[in-house]
T-cell receptor
Framework: SAVISQKPSRDICQRGTSLTIQCQVD?????MFWYRQQPGQSLTLIAT?????????ESGFVIDKFPISRPNLTFSTLTVSNMSPEDSSIYLCSVSTGIISVETQYFGPGTRLLVL | ELKVEQNPLFLSMQEGKNYTIYCNYSTTSDRLYWYRQDPGKSLESLFV?????AVKQEGRLMASLDTKARLSTLHITAAVHDLSATYFC?????????FGKGTRLHILP
């Protein structure tokens, strides 16, 4: 298993500002993922963050809006840029324990973001 | 593109009853996951099903997978209030996990 922590756990931000969310894992993992979960909704994959290469973004998400860093095998950041109220959501970091293929995926506690 | 559909999306049931949540997926999935989410909490992994005919059980929950029918089920036996939560199934393709919309389960005492 993997223990994942996220910072901040929650924040209230003003429109037009940016917030960087940190994700720390207690073991080295190859694949890290960032998800968004709007209130009462399911999870939507934003991007896959692989160490040593650029993040891969899903349809509807772009690097300018959600830049991601992955400096090593235990850490990643997601920035929500130029925020609007529509960005209010829970952002979850997730890791896969598999090396080649995804076996079990674990989730962090989430960052609850409210944009005013 | 993998799509995952769950039903029902909302379920209210009495304690002691049995019920099943269904999860259909549109294309081949390398594996099928079930997660539980309590209000205001993150996701807890319940089951990972890897092959056709796989059945896993933990307490009052049992998950099964039929890859030919592209169907997984989560069966709840003799429900108790503590099982009230949202349950998500998810499929995997190209190392990406795609979630269903979730089933909100409310168990009445």
């Amino acid at each position: 298993s993997a223990v994942i922590s996220q910072k901040p756990s929650r924040d209230i931000c003003q429109r037009g500002t940016s917030l960087t969310i940190q994700c720390q894992v207690d073991s080295q993992v190859t694949m890290m993922f960032w998800y968004r979960q709007q209130p009462g909704q399911s999870l939507t994959l934003i991007a896959t963050a692989n160490q040593g290469s650029e993040a891969t973004y899903e349809s509807g998400f772009v690097i300018d809006k959600f830049p991601i860093s992955r400096p090593n095998l235990t850490f990643s950041t997601l920035t929500v840029s130029n925020m609007s109220p529509e960005d209010s959501s829970i952002y979850l970091c997730s890791v896969s324990t598999g090396i080649i293929s995804v076996e079990t995926q674990y989730f962090g506690p989430g960052t609850r973001l409210l944009v005013l | 593109e993998l799509k995952v559909e769950q039903n029902p999306l909302f379920l209210s049931m009495q304690e002691g009853k049995n019920y099943t949540i269904y999860c259909n997926y549109s294309t081949t999935s390398d594996r099928l996951y079930w997660y539980r989410q309590d209000p205001g909490k993150s996701l807890e992994s319940l089951f990972v099903l890897l092959s056709n005919g796989a059945v896993k059980q933990e307490g009052r929950l049992m998950a099964s997978l039929d890859t030919k029918a592209r169907l997984s089920t989560l069966h709840i036996t003799a429900a108790v209030h503590d099982l009230s939560a949202t349950y998500f199934c998810a499929g995997n393709r190209d190392d990406k996990i795609i979630f269903g919309k979730g089933t909100r389960l409310h168990i009445l005492p």
